[in-house]
């Protein structure tokens, strides 16, 4: 951390994880421990490079302010990963209740007789985080990752076996559910059918016999035997549905 009469910094350097044709970007965090309103202005000895937001502002007492400083994309790493890039921090007592549009460049000149606190950060690159190893669970001992990834990949499978068997069954019992209702409407049917035609052979019997009475005589031999075998007929039918 950085000791300065007016503001703290953290970290007390810029570390950018440099990566070849990529834009980084690093934070700072200005800590004001004091009673005062604090204005602040970041310079670089590179502006080109450098994009700091914000660049001026005020802290108030006893609150921090973050900066986002972004550096552009570079086509080469410099020599070593060195940087030669530097950064200045001013800060100086503003007027209690200040805000950004208060603050002048002519705060910040010394030779006008202000007094001027100066903090001085240097660039480091670092090295881009690595992305995480691949961690494997479950493995037991003496057994390998591959092994392990093997056995997660079969015990899946046959999670999908039980499924699809599982699927297949209910598939089977909703066929059969419904072929035995098929059968059944169609059992019905011919019985209803069967009663419909014995009611009617039994009107036309009743009125072969109401005619025989007025003739006075017998039913013909003929009738008999015909109204035997549909009597023989229906029944066999009736058993069967």
């Known amino acids: 951390m950085s000791n300065g009469e007016l503001l703290q910094i953290e970290p007390p350097e810029l570390q950018f994880p440099f990566e070849l ?22 310079k670089t000895t ?64 010394k ?8 903090n001085k950060l240097r660039v480091v690159y670092v090295s881009p985080p690595r992305p995480p190893s691949p961690v494997y669970e479950g493995v037991e001992e003496g057994s390998s990752p591959r092994d392990s990834a093997s056995d997660n990949g079969t015990a899946y499978q ?3 076996s039980n499924a699809m068997f599982k699927g297949l ?6 066929t059969a559910e419904l072929q035995g209702q098929s059968l059944v409407s169609k059992l019905t049917e011919e019985k209803r059918s069967a009663l419909q035609l014995n009611q ?3 009107r036309e019997l009743e009125m072969l016999r109401r005619q025989a009475r007025k003739n006075n005589g017998g039913i013909p031999f003929i009738y008999l035997v015909v109204a035997g075998l549909i009597g023989i007929f229906l029944g066999y039918l009736l058993k069967g549905v």
């Open 111 to 118: 030779d006008s007789g202000n007094h001027v606190d100066e």
């Open 200 to 202: 009617k052979l039994e």
């Open 46 to 109: 590179n502006p080109k490079k450098y994009c700091v937001r914000p660049n001026t502002g005020v802290v108030i007492p006893h609150s921090t302010c973050d900066l986002v400083v972004t550096m552009q994309a570079q086509k080469e790493a410099p020599p070593d990963m060195q940087c030669k890039d530097k950064f200045l921090l001013q800060s100086v007592v503003a007027n209690p209740g200040s805000t950004v549009k208060d603050i002048t460049a002519e705060m910040f000149n």
């Open 169 to 174: 069954g209910e598939q089977k019992e909703t």
């Open 158 to 160: 046959y999670a999908d």
């Open 21 to 42: 044709k990529k834009q980084i970007s690093c934070s700072l965090q200005l800590i004001n421990k004091s009673d005062y309103y604090v204005a602040f202005k970041v």
